[in-house]
């Protein structure tokens, strides 16, 4: 049974960090390009980072360069998102993602709220 399961979301003050976590079982994990996404309240949801299969290269949306990190530990089957300098604007459910180009699966989800 496919899973992936987020972590690590919660309230946290403007220019606080949380590191997000997302732990995959079901599937072979290390062949997967892992990307994390979020969708905020009336929006649409986007892209935030992306991490390839097995580990190489990143790429993130502009409004978090320099402020996200994403990583994977493939010994783990996980993947991470380190969010530092959080603004209030970064206010959304982040939802981990697999995709091999044949197929792809989705986390429930974990709220994290930035607010004073």
């Known amino acids: 049974q496919v899973q992936l399961v987020e972590s690590g979301g919660g309230l946290v003050q403007p220019g606080g960090s949380l590191r997000l976590s997302c732990a995959a079982s079901g599937f072979t994990f290390s062949t997967y390009t892992m990307r994390w996404y979020r969708q905020a309240p009336r929006k649409e949801r986007e892209l935030v980072a992306a991490?390839?299969?097995?580990?190489?290269?990143?790429n993130y949306a502009d409004s978090v360069k320099g402020r996200f990190s994403i990583s994977r530990d493939n010994a783990k089957n996980m993947v991470y998102l380190q969010m530092t300098s959080l603004k209030p604007d970064d206010t959304a459910v982040y939802y981990c993602s697999a995709y091999n180009g044949f197929r792809g699966y989705w986390g429930q989800g974990t709220q994290v709220t930035v607010s004073s």
């Open positions: 991490i390839t299969r097995p580990g190489g290269s990143t």
